[in-house]
């Protein structure tokens, strides 16, 4: 009877002890979402009343800039002011290898007996959706668990960057000086999606120029400049040494204020939910692609369309029909 | 009525000087795809005999490894076999700023006024799907024109280097010393994409201790043991002197050599094709969510969700219902 409790939690208990701030109960909670467990509808349903509290801070940036170190320093000054933290460290770019490197590149050990903090490493699966899947459920988890700042760190850039900031109520963009992408990667539109960002390193040689760069790129971007809209502040840290982390901690409570008063929360927190139910949605879909059309029936509309029997998009008119009814 | 023509171009003309490899009906094709038009479907249906004959190339590697530069390289060493090229350079990761930053990345003026030489850039559009939506569409274009070789480079990394290989028939990966962030690339599961490694720069201090990094990684791999197997070629290229680009082409054939003598061709596009048919019909279903519901629906859920009256499985639940009756 233990196995089959353990296999089938009681949901209501669990739920009950994760809003209650128990870790474990918190960790059992986003296996289950990692696991894609039948029994998550009951617990989205239970969550739902329980959520809306957190500021969700995205952190995002290069290989290299030091996330982790900056993730940690910002844990740390979080802590000082009693805040509780809970940590999602998400790895979208390796539908290959899963999560496993996660591990060594979370260097919170100097938080992992304090129990104001909850860390999580989280592959997201597959292709498809990316962040979109789990991400969001675990997300829902952390917010009604009670801990005041969720943070979210993704390894890896692209693509990630835009669904963190999509995910995230405020979005942090770490910087460092010598690091060549820096300015490809504002190019790459980057410094759109950014609430706030920080150059750490700040003590080596570059740090003014990187500084530099982002003050002449918002003075010709020129959306800061109505009345009422967030400007994003710039920052230099200094992580190693947790130099800077109390600026960090204020512009994120800034930039939290502005978002409430602005109505900017409920904008982004709408949209954010919109895309949540619609990728849900596209789940399902899938799944019913798959049992409509039986095991296999896919691959051999593919092999039509590779043998110029029929073209993808009467091949994608048939899938759709076969749930349309 | 000219101005009536160019708007419902007759499909049936252009696809015919297409396939004759005429420029101006390729770009006008491309075009096409891009602005998601209602032709389209008429254009894939007549393009789909047409198809299977181009090696499609994939290059990828983080910005600054020499992208451009090496494309251009190796479609200079194409021409001088003899073979026509098209290239399709492909920005995934900025769904805000468009592909306006294209244009002066793509360094390949040299090969302008070559018409063996066909160069577009191309945004693909949006989150959802990423590459996954028109750019397949593009290849097929580009493929019915009769390319020997189709070249696709994206800008920015992470999810988009994953997507490039689903792709293609060969995946490049370029590397190069100096860059903080090769091995962390390596390590987020790019390594196991890649046909082929690219080492630019190798004029450069420290290019052959990532030639010695690769070999590392491939002995602890040991996938490629099998026989049968294709085991990845690391090559060193200097890419601004075009040095080595003989050997990257000889590469490209050896591996387009083995992909149809394993059968390993038939099983990519296969597999290819079908995770097209399936972004075509999820696309469908999207649109289809946005009528049954009416405008503003999936807004409405997102705001229930918010307010805790209903969770986004049951919200999710009821958008699929709306389309499947």
């Given at each position: 009877m233990g196995s089959v409790a353990r296999r089938h939690p009681d949901v209501g208990e669990l739920v009950g002890r994760a809003v209650d701030g128990d870790a474990r109960a918190v960790a059992r909670l986003i296996s289950l979402v990692e696991n894609d467990s039948p029994v998550l509808r009951e617990v989205a349903a239970m969550l739902v009343s329980h959520g809306g509290h957190a500021q969700v801070v995205g952190l995002t940036g290069t290989p290299g800039v030091g996330k982790s170190t900056s993730t940690s320093a910002v844990v740390g000054a979080l802590r000082e002011q009693g805040k509780r933290v809970g940590v999602l460290a998400v790895d979208p770019s390796s539908p290959l290898s899963g999560g496993a490197l996660l591990g060594d590149r979370v260097r919170m050990q100097e938080h992992a007996t304090d129990d104001g903090v909850f860390i999580r490493s989280m592959a997201s699966r597959g292709h498809l959706g990316g962040l979109s899947g789990a991400v969001p459920q675990a997300l829902r988890v952390l917010d009604a668990a009670r801990f005041d700042v969720v943070l979210i760190e993704t390894v890896g850039v692209g693509q990630a960057e835009f669904e963190i900031s999509s995910l995230a109520d405020t979005t942090v963009l770490l910087l460092a000086p010598g690091m060549g992408d820096g300015i490809q990667a504002a190019k790459a539109g980057i410094l759109e999606v950014a609430d706030v960002f920080v150059v750490n390193k700040a003590d080596r040689d570059g740090a003014e120029q990187v500084v530099r760069d982002l003050r002449h790129m918002q003075s010709i971007g020129?959306?800061?400049?109505?009345?009422g809209r967030w400007r994003p502040p710039i920052l230099k840290t200094v992580a190693t040494r947790g130099e800077g982390a109390g600026d960090v901690l204020a512009a994120l409570a800034e930039h939290w204020a502005w978002l409430n008063s602005s109505g900017e929360l409920t904008l982004r927190r709408n949209s954010r939910a919109a895309a949540e139910i619609e990728a849900l949605a596209l789940g399902q879909v899938r799944q019913r692609f798959a049992t409509a059309c039986g095991p296999g029936a896919l691959e051999q509309s593919a092999a039509r369309v590779l043998a110029g029997d029929t073209d993808p998009y009467t091949a994608a008119d048939a899938l759709v029909r076969s749930i349309s009814g």
């Amino acid at each position: 009877m233990g196995s089959v409790a353990r296999r089938h939690p009681d949901v209501g208990e669990l739920v009950g002890r994760a809003v209650d701030g128990d870790a474990r109960a918190v960790a059992r909670l986003i296996s289950l979402v990692e696991n894609d467990s039948p029994v998550l509808r009951e617990v989205a349903a239970m969550l739902v009343s329980h959520g809306g509290h957190a500021q969700v801070v995205g952190l995002t940036g290069t290989p290299g800039v030091g996330k982790s170190t900056s993730t940690s320093a910002v844990v740390g000054a979080l802590r000082e002011q009693g805040k509780r933290v809970g940590v999602l460290a998400v790895d979208p770019s390796s539908p290959l290898s899963g999560g496993a490197l996660l591990g060594d590149r979370v260097r919170m050990q100097e938080h992992a007996t304090d129990d104001g903090v909850f860390i999580r490493s989280m592959a997201s699966r597959g292709h498809l959706g990316g962040l979109s899947g789990a991400v969001p459920q675990a997300l829902r988890v952390l917010d009604a668990a009670r801990f005041d700042v969720v943070l979210i760190e993704t390894v890896g850039v692209g693509q990630a960057e835009f669904e963190i900031s999509s995910l995230a109520d405020t979005t942090v963009l770490l910087l460092a000086p010598g690091m060549g992408d820096g300015i490809q990667a504002a190019k790459a539109g980057i410094l759109e999606v950014a609430d706030v960002f920080v150059v750490n390193k700040a003590d080596r040689d570059g740090a003014e120029q990187v500084v530099r760069d982002l003050r002449h790129m918002q003075s010709i971007g020129g959306r800061y400049l109505g009345q009422g809209r967030w400007r994003p502040p710039i920052l230099k840290t200094v992580a190693t040494r947790g130099e800077g982390a109390g600026d960090v901690l204020a512009a994120l409570a800034e930039h939290w204020a502005w978002l409430n008063s602005s109505g900017e929360l409920t904008l982004r927190r709408n949209s954010r939910a919109a895309a949540e139910i619609e990728a849900l949605a596209l789940g399902q879909v899938r799944q019913r692609f798959a049992t409509a059309c039986g095991p296999g029936a896919l691959e051999q509309s593919a092999a039509r369309v590779l043998a110029g029997d029929t073209d993808p998009y009467t091949a994608a008119d048939a899938l759709v029909r076969s749930i349309s009814g």
